[in-house]
Structures are given as structure tokens and as C-alpha cells.
């Protein structure tokens, strides 16, 4: 049988001459992705002259490639002949109004593309109004993601015009735009009369409540959008009035996401009316909107007739102790609300014990998340005593409240009959070992709770004692996450040699030492189900990381280790590396300040010579000098699997950096590397320019706090004209001024993939400003320009408001 999907894993040309024989020679190829593989215009023009004559690919990922308009262009010819292509990914692009006009073209004459994603592609008014004129008459699009691309008023409005006879766009995309009142008002038009578009996104533009407005009255008359996005619009009340009007007689929207919009009480109030004769909404969100206990009141009136929505969110409100009885008494009799999220509302116990008394007798709630309020052991033993009889309740969250031993004691006699809870999150409640050992009691008899978080409650070695017996004999823990416990409280925890669930440990910030890792490291030799283990801030020293060496070479499912912050010397970690060699389960390991030093570090780069599994690895703060960053850059020359390596705060130095830039040119994997604070100097940055000429798979680079200057900025300047990978440029505290920022600037102007740069902390003035805000008029990606703590005065700053 042959594969129909195929990924392409090198990188610039090598990646393209794979995909163009991919598309040649593997018979049934449905599905090719090149996702940040760099292949640029003439790879685009390559694979537009190949989809020509090819006759079964289906699905095309291009995302990250820095292809402009030519790209498009070569891509757009191809769709008019290509009678297979469903799906077209160009995600974060450079193809501009051009390209997107292109891409129009096409689609005007092609007749099989469904899916055409073009977010964050700079295309404009232009662009949008290009596409627009391409939906007039194409007859197959179904989905078109135009999300971050400076389209205003004029490319929606286009788009709205476009709407009114097309008969197959359902999802349009348009967040985070700079759409204002006209152009929601065009949208609406549209819908009044289009048959099609289910679901519409305009999150995070401009409408404001005369937008809203305009769409509500859409929405009087137009029977097929499901779901309409509109978070951070500014629509305040009345336009949450008007949508609650338009609710009274829609038949067809199931999603409305006003989160951040300023309704407050009146709106949420004309909201809770609507919802009293709606039948089809499933999902409000809420969210951020300042509502208070007569908004609260008015939607806990509403859900006692209602009888479709299933998905309430009011996170970050302030309907307190009142509110949450309302909404209490309407779960009473409400049948159809499965989640509601009441986090961070200012609930107290009177609250928690009114929704507790509504558990008793609701049939449908499945999640209730209260964290984050001030509730105490009354509102716990409430809510436990509900769970004892509700029969639907799957995730319960009371993070961040007050429950104590009490609470978590009632909550432990709830789950020893309870039979649907899964998930049930205590992080910092003050539980205390009392808490620990009730919740422990329960779990042995418990059989449905797969999540249990009992992070920040002081729970001691008692505590952790009385879960690990508890581990002997439960069969459906998956995840446990607790703190504050020493050796004996880890030895306790050797039940994991016989248990056969739990997936994830997290031990981060306890006091286990030797003994207590000698204990987990026996555990894992035969366990079989571990795969995360956190043990960040303990005491291991020498014993504990041999028993883990041990453990590792026989282990076949631990893909995550961390030891961060352990303390370790060096001949301790020399010993421990030795079994990477050997293992073939490791994904992720943290040894961040660990005092690996030089010789930890040749013996780290043994194994990664050898070790094919390993992805990430944190080495941030482990006194690695010169030769031992030089050891770990010899590997990287062998390595093909690593993505993330961190070695900030150590001491690599310009010698050191100068042996990464040399791996670099060859190294084809890594993505992520972390150089903050290592006393790297003009040559270390030269180096490492350079070798961004040729690299091309690193997509973000940290500098933070070194001496790059003005010769490292003048340098990464060069490097930035050729590269076409790179994302992220951390030169935050460099001694770079305004020479540096104006080499830079002139890098913006030709660099089409950077999309964030960090210069805080630097010497830059207002010259330097100026010419970086001349770069913003023609530069089209960055989207992320961190200037702070320089020397811009007023006249700088005016000039980037103007860039």
C-alpha cells in the first residue's frame, strides 16, 4: 500500500527537489507538507509547474516559507489547471496584495480548491478586495482564513459584496484586522441575504456597538450562520442589546463569543431575556465584561427556561455570592448546561453552597470551575456532599480558593461513592496532610478519577505516604501533581513498580534527596506507564541521579525528565549522561543549574552523537565554558534530532559561539537557541551571522545581555538580507546604539520572515528610531518591536507611531 502523506524534513533546496519528485513519483500522493522548509518564490514557481500536471494531491502546506508575490503567482497559474488541490496552506507568507490578487485570479476559473488559509500575509484592502471578486464567481471555496492582514473597511466591504451571491464560502475568517463600523455594517448587508457563511470571525477588530448592531440585524433575518465571533470589539452594552434582540427570533446560531466587550449588567441583562426564547444557542462566552448579580440574576432567570444552551463562560466577572445562587437555582431545573465557568467571579461559601445544592438534583453539569474565588471548607463540604448523588459532573476546579483539611476531607468521602468524577484540580488550598490522606483513603476505592492536583497544599510525607498506598491498588489515576515532600514521602511513592496508570509525577519543588530518587529510580525500572516525570527543585545528588542512570537504560516510556535546579556536581551529572547513549525513550531533559561545567558537557556531547530521540534539552546556568559549548557544537554537527538546546547563563563566549555558528552551517534540526547572558562579544556575533546566511531551519535566536554592539548589530544586519528562517531576534541589553539599530533597519527593509525583535535595554536614540520606523513602512512581517529602556525621546517615538 502506498503512504498518501508525506512530510518533507529537509530544509531549502533539498526539500524542494524531495517535494517536486514526491509529487512526480509517489503514486496517490494526497497530502504534501513543507511547513518551514524555506523554499521561498522559485520553490512556490517549482511546485506551482508540478501541481500542473499532477493529478491526486489534495492538500499542500506551505506555511512558513517566506514565499512573495512571485510564489503566489506561479502558485495561482497552477489552479487554473490543477483539478485535485482541496487545500491551500500559506500561513504566515509574504505574498502580499499581489499575490493575493494572484491567488484571485485563480480562483475565479478553478474548481476544486475548499480551503485556501492566507492568515498573516501582509494583502491588505487590496487583497481582500482581489479575493472578494474571485467569490462572485467561484463555485467551490468553502473556507478562507484571512486573519491578521491590515485588511480595513474597504476589503470588507468588498468581501461583503462578494457574499451576497456567493453560494459556497461557510467559515471567513477576518480577526484581527482593523475592521471598523463600515465594514461589520457590509458584512451584515451580506448576510441578510447569503444562504452559506456559517461561521464568521471579526474577534479583535474595531466594530464597535454600531457594528454590532449592524450584524445584530443580519441576524433577524439570516438562517445559516452558526457561529459568530466578536471577542474584544468594544460593542458595550448596546451592542449586546442588539445581538439579544436579534437572538429573540435567530434560529441558527449556536456560538456567540462576545469575551472583553464592556456589556456589563444591561447587556448581559438583555442577553438573559433573549436566551428565555432562543432555541438554538449552545455557547456563550462572556468572559471579561464586567458583569455583576443583576446580569448574573438575569441569565440565571433565562436558564430556567432555556433549553439549548450547554456552554455558559462568565470568567473574570464579579457576580459573587448573590449571582452564583441565582445561577444556582436555575441548574435546579435546567437540563441542557454542561459547562460553566465561574472563575475568578468573587464566590464565596454561600455561593458554592447554593451551586452545591443545585448538583443534588442537575442532570447535565459536567464541569463547574470555581477557582480563583474565596471559598472555604462550608462551600467544600457543600459541594462534596453534592457529588455524593450527582451522577454528571466530570471536572470540578477549586484552585486558588480556601478549602483546607475540612473541605478536602468531605470531597474525599464524595469520591468514595462519586462514580463520574475524572478531574478535580486543588491547587493551593492549604489541604495539608489531613486533606492528602482523606483524598489518599478515597482513591482506593475510587474508580473513575484520572486527575488529581494537589500542587502548593503542604501536603508533607504523611500525605504523599497515604496516596502512594492509595496508587497500590488504584487503577484510573493518570496525572498527579503534589509538593512539599521529602525521601520518605518519595519512597512512599514506590508503588509505581506495580501501578499501571498514572502517566505524569509532578514532584517540582519538594526536598527529595538520594534516598528518595534511589527509590523513584528503582520504580522505573519497572514501571510501564510513567511518562513525565518532574522532580525541578529537589536535593538529588550523586545516588539518586546513578539510580535514575540505571533506570533509563531499561525504562521503554519516560519521554520527559526534569532535574532542574538539583544541585548536582559535575562527576555526578558525567555519570548520569552516560546512559543517554543508550536510551531510546527520552524526549525532554532539563538539567538547568546543575553545575554540568566543561566535563559534563564532553560527556554530553558523546551522547548526543548517538542518542536519536532526544529534542529538547535545558542547560541554562551549568558554568559551561568555552570547550564544553565547543563539545556540545561537535555534536550538533552529527545530531539530527535535537530542536530546543538552552544554554543561557553560562560562559560560552565568543570561542564557544564560534563553534555553535560552525555546527550551525551544517546542523539541519535545531530551531531554538538560547545564548542569553554568555558573554558574547562582536566576533561571537559575527560568527553566528554568518552562519545564519546559510542556516536554514533556526527560527529564534536569544542574545539577551551580551556585548553584540554595533558591529554585532551591523553584522546581524548582513545576515538578515540573506536569511529566511529566522523569527525571533533577542538583542535585548547588547550596548547596541543608534549605528546598530540603523544596520538594522536597513536588514527590515529586505527581510521579509522576522517577525519579532527585542532591542530593550540598548543605547538607541532618535536616529536610530527614526531609521527603524523608515523600515516599518516597507518591512511586512514584524510584528513585534520592543524598544523600551533606550534613549528615544518624543521625536523618536513620533517618528515609529508614523512607521
Known amino acids: 500500500m502506498f503512504n498518501t502523506s508525506h512530510k518533507i524534513r529537509t530544509k531549502g533546496s533539498e526539500a524542494l527537489a524531495e517535494a517536486v519528485k514526491a509529487l512526480k513519483t509517489i503514486p496517490n500522493l494526497a497530502t504534501l507538507d513543507l511547513t518551514y522548509n524555506s523554499i521561498e518564490d522559485s520553490g512556490a514557481q517549482a511546485l506551482g509547474e508540478a501541481l500542473k500536471t499532477n493529478s491526486t494531491l489534495a492538500t499542500l502546506d506551505l506555511s512558513y516559507n517566506s514565499i512573495g508575490y512571485n510564489g503566489a503567482q506561479a502558485l495561482g497559474e497552477a489552479l487554473k489547471t490543477n483539478s485535485t488541490l482541496a487545500t491551500l ?145 468594544s460593542i458595550g452594552y448596546n ?41 438554538t444557542l ?88 470555581l477557582s480563583y474565588n474565596s471559598i472555604g471548607y462550608n462551600g467544600a463540604q457543600a459541594l462534596g456532599e453534592a457529588l455524593k448523588t450527582n451522577s454528571t459532573l466530570a471536572t470540578l476546579n477549586l484552585s486558588s480558593d480556601s478549602i483546607g483539611y475540612n473541605g478536602a476531607q468531605a470531597l474525599g468521602e464524595a469520591l468514595k461513592t462519586n462514580s463520574t468524577l475524572v478531574t478535580l484540580h486543588l491547587f493551593s488550598n492549604s489541604i495539608g496532610y489531613n486533606g492528602a490522606q482523606a483524598l489518599g483513603e478515597a482513591l482506593k476505592t475510587n474508580s473513575t478519577l484520572a486527575t488529581l492536583d494537589l ?71 519497572t514501571n510501564s506507564t510513567l511518562v513525565t516525570l518532574d522532580l525541578t527543585k529537589n536535593s538529588i545528588w550523586y545516588k539518586g541521579l546513578l539510580a535514575f542512570s540505571e533506570a533509563l537504560k531499561t525504562n521503554s516510556t519516560l519521554t520527559a525528565l526534569h532535574l532542574q535546579g538539583n ?99 551544517i546542523n539541519s534540526t535545531l530551531t531554538t537557541l538560547d545564548l542569553w547572558c554568555n558573554s558574547i562579544g562582536e566576533k561571537g556575533a559575527q560568527a553566528l551571522a554568518e552562519a545564519l546566511k546559510t542556516n536554514g531551519t533556526l527560527t529564534t535566536l536569544y542574545l539577551q545581555n551580551n556585548s553584540v554592539g554595533d558591529n554585532g548589530a551591523q553584522a546581524f544586519s548582513q545576515a538578515l538580507k540573506m536569511n529566511s528562517t529566522l523569527t525571533t531576534l533577542d538583542l ?5 546604539g543608534d549605528n546598530g539599530a540603523q544596520a538594522l533597519s536597513e536588514a527590515l527593509k529586505r527581510n521579509s520572515t522576522l517577525n519579532t525583535l527585542y532591542l530593550q535595554n540598548n543605547s538607541i536614540g532618535d536616529s536610530g528610531a527614526q531609521a527603524l520606523s523608515q523600515a516599518l513602512q516597507i518591512n511586512s512581517t514584524l510584528t513585534t518591536l520592543d524598544l523600551s529602556r533606550n534613549s528615544v525621546t518624543d521625536k523618536g517615538a513620533m517618528a515609529l507611531c508614523e512607521g
Open 239 to 279: 451592542g449586546a442589546q442588539a445581538l439579544g434582540e436579534a437572538l429573540k427570533t435567530n434560529s441558527t446560531l449556536a456560538t456567540l463569543d462576545l469575551f472583553s466587550n464592556s456589556i456589563g449588567d444591561n447587556g448581559a441583562q438583555a442577553l438573559g431575556e433573549a436566551l428565555k426564547t432562543n432555541s
Open 282 to 369: 449552545a455557547t456563550l462566552d462572556l468572559s471579561y465584561n464586567s458583569i455583576g448579580y443583576n446580569g448574573a440574576q438575569a441569565l440565571g432567570e433565562a436558564l430556567k427556561t432555556n433549553s439549548t444552551l450547554a456552554t455558559l463562560d462568565l470568567f473574570s466577572n464579579s457576580i459573587g455570592d448573590n449571582g452564583a445562587q441565582a445561577l444556582g437555582e436555575a441548574l435546579k431545573t435546567n437540563s441542557t448546561l454542561a459547562t460553566l465557568n465561574l472563575n475568578s467571579s468573587s464566590i464565596g461559601d454561600n455561593g458554592a453552597q447554593a451551586l452545591g445544592e443545585a448538583l443534588k438534583t442537575n442532570s447535565t453539569l459536567a464541569t463547574l470551575d
Open 455 to 525: 500542587f502548593s497544599n503542604s501536603i508533607g510525607d504523611n500525605g504523599a505516604q497515604a496516596l502512594g498506598e492509595a496508587l497500590k491498588t488504584n487503577s484510573t489515576l493518570a496525572t498527579l501533581d503534589f509538593n512539599s515532600i521529602g525521601d520518605n514521602g518519595a519512597q512512599a511513592l514506590e508503588a509505581l513498580k506495580t501501578n499501571s496508570t498514572l502517566a505524569t509525577l509532578n514532584l517540582f519543588s519538594n526536598s527529595i534527596g538520594d534516598n528518595g530518587a534511589q527509590a523513584l529510580g528503582e520504580a522505573l525500572k
Open 567 to 665: 544541585s548536582m556536581q559535575p562527576k555526578i551529572v558525567e555519570a548520569f549522561l552516560k546512559a543517554l547513549k543508550s536510551n531510546s525513550t527520552l524526549t525532554t531533559l532539563d538539567l538547568t543549574c546543575n553545575s554540568i561545567e566543561n566535563n559534563g558537557s564532553h560527556v554530553l556531547s558523546e551522547a548526543l552523537s548517538t542518542n536519536t530521540t532526544l529534542t529538547s534539552l535545558y542547560l541554562a546556568g551549568n558554568l559551561i565554558k568555552g570547550s564544553g559549548v565547543q563539545a556540545l557544537a561537535d555534536a550538533l554537527k552529527i545530531n539530527s534530532t535535537l530542536i530546543i538546546l538552552d544554554l543561557q547563563n553560562n560562559s560560552a563566549g565568543d570561542g564557544g559561539v564560534q563553534a555553535l555558528s560552525e555546527a550551525l552551517k
Open 89 to 233: 496552506d500559506l500561513f504566515s507568507n509574504s505574498i502580499g496584495d499581489n499575490g493575493a490578487q494572484a491567488l484571485g485570479e485563480a480562483l475565479k476559473t478553478n474548481s476544486t480548491l475548499a480551503t485556501l488559509n492566507l492568515n498573516s500575509n501582509s494583502i491588505g484592502d487590496n487583497g481582500a478586495q482581489a479575493l472578494g471578486e474571485a467569490l462572485k464567481t467561484n463555485s467551490t471555496l468553502a473556507t478562507l482564513n484571512l486573519y491578521s492582514n491590515s485588511i480595513e473597511d474597504s476589503g470588507a466591504q468588498a468581501l461583503g459584496e462578494a457574499l451576497k451571491t456567493n453560494s459556497t464560502l461557510a467559515t471567513l475568517d477576518l480577526s484581527y484586522n482593523s475592521i471598523g463600523y463600515n465594514g461589520a455594517q457590509a458584512l451584515g448587508e451580506a448576510l441578510k441575504t447569503n444562504s452559506t457563511l456559517a461561521t464568521l470571525n471579526l474577534s479583535s477588530d474595531s466594530i464597535g456597538y454600531n457594528g454590532a448592531q449592524a450584524l445584530g440585524e443580519a441576524l433577524k433575518t439570516n438562517s445559516t450562520l452558526v457561529t459568530l465571533h466578536l471577542f474584544s470589539n
Open 732 to 736: 535585548w541589553g547588547n550596548s547596541i
